[in-house]
């Protein structure tokens, strides 16, 4: 079967139609146009303010660096001062007197011993290293000076490091060294002189 399509619509009307139809096409590609050129324009200056954004921070941060290195600078001299000043006042408040813990260890010291060397020393630990040199007329009379120093508050750790006979003119002695130590973590108070008024 044949099929016959007659166009009925005059020339001029046709040709108006598909000029029209041309021009609609026209229009909505320029208007795609128009809004691809605008999202890329937005986009652009989104981005153009968001580095001049990370620049001006990357500015201010450069300009601040000399003032953040001053400050570190100078907090850490004030934490060596501070270093400085407790280490200072370590040494000078000791738990005892210097003299009070020399009079202990000279009244502990045997009738026949004899002392060369006295030395504290104090220590970053905060503790105060006690030498002691002398001579004793025997073992027995420097063992029973170190048990006698041991059992005595408030040294602690009392070891005899040094132990060797010497011979002098008419007798022979014991040279020792003992090693203790005394806590500054330990507080000693002075009991009051007899006849004080409270």
């Known amino acids: 079967m044949n099929e016959f399509v ?23 590609l320029v ?7 605008v999202g890329v324009c937005a986009h652009s200056w989104n981005s ?9 921070v990357s500015l201010a941060l450069a300009a601040n660096s000399g003032k953040v290195d001053d ?5 850490a001299a004030e934490q060596r001062d501070l270093s400085t000043r407790i280490a200072l006042s370590d040494r000078l408040a000791l738990p005892a007197q210097a003299s009070d813990l020399a009079a202990t260890v ?3 010291l045997p ?18 290293a006690v030498t002691i040199r ?25 070891t005899v490091s040094e132990n060797q006979p010497v011979d002098l003119p ?20 002075r009991a009051p002189a007899e006849g004080s008024s409270r």
């Open 134 to 158: 002398g001579s004793a007329r025997s073992n027995t009379e420097l063992y029973d000076f170190e048990r006698r120093l041991a059992a005595t508050a408030p040294f602690e750790s009392v």
């Open 6 to 28: 007659v166009d009925f619509l005059p020339t001029d009307l046709r040709r108006r139609g598909a000029a029209l139809g041309a021009r609609r096409r026209s229009l909505l």
């Open 170 to 189: 008419g007798m022979r002695v014991q040279q020792f060294m003992l090693t203790c130590r005394v806590p500054m973590d330990l507080r000693i108070e």
């Open 106 to 108: 000279t009244h502990l």
């Open 48 to 56: 153009i303010r968001a580095a001049e954004r990370r620049r001006g």
């Open 31 to 37: 208007s795609l146009l128009g809004l691809c050129v």
């Open 71 to 75: 400050l570190i600078e100078r907090l």
């Open 111 to 128: 009738a026949q011993a004899s002392l060369s060397l006295l030395r504290m020393e104090v220590r970053p630990e905060r503790w105060i």
